[in-house]
């Protein structure tokens, strides 16, 4: 048990972000209550591609962050029996051969694979590049599977869970944040984190502290079952398509607009086709479901991690991609709020930068 014992913390928002920052407050020994106004993994995790994917263009402020996601979740991995992640590893040909990468893209860029190793890697390729960067270290997960791994092994260490259960505003004494108020009556807090996603903008408002985190919408399409088809995670100008441990065909679309023929389920057909096109060993494709999640966007692209400026006592974590990042930044703001120890990894990411003259 850490030193947090006895800290008041109410977590708002039960998606992986909020679970993994239960998860880590309470192991440190904070009293956590998490706050969810509706299921676990019911917002944009329940609909993410999620890929752990630590490869980013330079500059990159938080190449810190992403170059320690790996390990993290290979931590947690050994400490949650529900951590189940397929580290498959990730053949990516939309970088160019010659891009400057960042942090664990340096390490990736021993990676380079020629046409014949992708081969080796993905057989079922029709039209495979001269050159992919393959991040073997790479995988993804089940993003529900994991955000309940988290919040289980939050309750084990003494974390009470309210689903359906919204926040519907804060209890202030002057400057200061000492509770929320929500459908099911108010509860006290010494500390407040908001890792409500997209919801983040709504809760700080009533805070009087406006942050730019765009929705961005994409489309997450999962396909009926049909085994051995990808071995690794492709992302390639055409696709980007993994297996999830069932076998079930997963891709990842851009969202377009609302037009009709723009709706999820006909870009689920339309990347079928792309599928069919770029695979051998494609029978049949059918779509189970298809569907659009919100993404948290900073305008600035930059995760807003720490706590709010002009108030005391709420924390705010809004971040994308927030797979890739949750294991990190769940262990580190927790050592934040409990220990009082400021990472460096995360000054990049502090809400104060969009307040100053
Ligand atoms: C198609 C697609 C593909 C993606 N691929 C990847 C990827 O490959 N890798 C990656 O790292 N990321 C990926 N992402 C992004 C990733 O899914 C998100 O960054 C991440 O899931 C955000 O998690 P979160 O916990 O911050 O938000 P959420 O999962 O949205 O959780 C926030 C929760 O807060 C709750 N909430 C909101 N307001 C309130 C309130 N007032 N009171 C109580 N509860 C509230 C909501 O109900 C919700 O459950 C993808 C997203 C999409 C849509």
Known sequence: MGNGQGKRVVVIGAGIVGASLAYHLAGKGANVILVEAQGIASGVTGSSFAWINTTHPEPDPIAQLRASAIEEYRRLETQLPGMEIRWTGALSYSVMPNAALSASGKQASDHWVSRSQILDLEPNLKNPPQAAL?????????????????????????????????????????????????????????????????????????????????????????????????HTLISSPEMEVRQSSDGALLAAEDY???????????????????????????????????????????????????????????????????????????????????????SSALYPCRPDRFFQA
């Open 256 to 342: 377009l607009d609302e037009a009709m023929e723009n709706q999820p389920l006909a870009i689920a057909l339309r990347t079928a086709k792309t599928i069919r096109n770029e695979l051998h060993g494609v029978n049949s494709i059918d779509v189970e479901s298809a569907c659009v999640g919100l993404r948290p966007i900073p305008a600035d692209g930059i995760p807003i991690i720490g706590y709010l400026p002009k108030v005391v006592g709420a924390y705010v974590c809004a971040m994308h991609p927030g797979i890739t990042l949750a294991a990190i930044v769940g262990r580190l703001a927790s050592e934040e709020i409990i220990d009082g120890v400021a």
């Open 134 to 230: 393959f991040v073997a270290q790479e995988g993804a997960l089940d993003a529900v599977a994991a955000t309940h791994a988290l919040i289980a092994g939050a309750e084990a260490y003494g974390a009470k869970i309210l689903t359906q259960t919204r926040v519907l505003g804060f209890v202030t004494q002057g400057a200061k944040v000492s509770g929320v108020e929500t459908t099911i009556g108010c509860i006290d807090a010494d500390i407040v984190v908001l890792a409500a996603g997209t919801g983040i903008t709504k809760l700080t408002d009533m805070l009087e502290v406006s942050l730019p985190i765009e929705a961005s919408p994409a489309i997450f399409i999962r396909y009926k079952p049909q085994p051995n088809l990808v």
